[in-house]
T-cell receptor, first 113, second 115 residues
Framework: AQSVTQPDIHITVSEGASLELRCNYS??????LFWYVQSPGQGLQLLLK??????LVQGIKGFEAEFKRSQSSFNLRKPSVHWSDAAEYFC???????????FGAGTRLFVKA | NAGVTQTPKFRVLKTGQSMTLLCAQD?????MYWYRQDPGMGLRLIHY???????AKGEVPDGYNVSRLKKQNFLLGLESAAPSQTSVYFC??????????????FGPGTRLTVL
């Protein structure tokens, strides 16, 4: 069965610094991968997704993610973090055995001035 | 276009009480989902529906029931609430192109406390 691991429960970065959030998945074939963001008190919003093709995908709000099959990873990056990026970030994989998406436990991002 | 809406936003129940959470979407999506979110556990799927009149169990279905009588609505019921059901509940929907490849659109959540 597919699974998703986000090793970092929370991360703190300074405003203007670069960001990388880690995500590892377990799946035999090419996975369908997603990153969602949840701002405080809000529902989740899609940042980006990967199905096939170019392994570097661009998303909204200046985020990008790189799919690395050899490492079973789909890490999220942003070159310069803004205070408004403080939120919880969820990596997810599509469950090809059904109609579902499996979410990781999330990484909470704190941004310090 | 309101997207996905959830009613109510907050609710406090006593153990053993029942309630229904309503999810509505105006995007004509086929698939709808109910999740619960607990600290450190991410989102866990309770039940889902792949179309009007159909429902299926997710990862944590015990203690919950659902109905999808109309395409735009997906109801989540708690027949006899327990403190372990204290959580934030999210509804989501996705288009008909294929569930696991779809972007999901989430509602704002319902915060439920069971005393």
């Amino acid at each position: 069965a597919q699974s998703v691991t986000q090793p970092d429960i929370h991360i703190t970065v300074s405003e203007g610094a670069s960001l990388e959030l880690r995500c590892n998945y377990s799946y035999g074939a090419t996975p369908y991968l997603f990153w969602y963001v949840q701002s405080p008190g809000q529902g989740l919003q899609l940042l980006l997704k990967y199905f096939s093709g170019d392994t570097l995908v661009q998303g909204i709000k200046g985020f990008e993610a790189e799919f690395k099959r050899s490492q079973s990873s789909f890490n999220l990056r942003k070159p310069s973090v803004h205070w408004s990026d403080a939120a919880e970030y969820f990596c997810a994989v599509g469950d090809t055995g059904g109609f579902k998406t499996i979410f990781g436990a999330g990484t909470r991002l704190f941004v310090k001035a | 276009n309101a997207g996905v809406t959830q009613t109510p936003k907050f609710r406090v129940l006593k153990t053993g009480q029942s309630m229904t959470l309503l999810c509505a979407q105006d995007m004509n999506h086929e698939y709808m989902y109910w999740y619960r979110q607990d600290p450190g556990m991410g989102l866990r799927l309770i039940h889902y529906s792949v179309g009007e009149g159909t429902t299926a169990k997710g990862e944590v279905p015990d203690g919950y029931n659902v109905s999808r009588l109309k395409k735009q609505n997906f109801l989540l019921g708690l027949e006899s609430a327990a403190p372990s059901q204290t959580s934030v509940y999210f509804c989501a929907s996705s288009p008909s192109s294929g569930g696991y490849t779809d972007t999901q659109y989430f509602g704002p959540g319902t915060r439920l406390t069971v005393l």
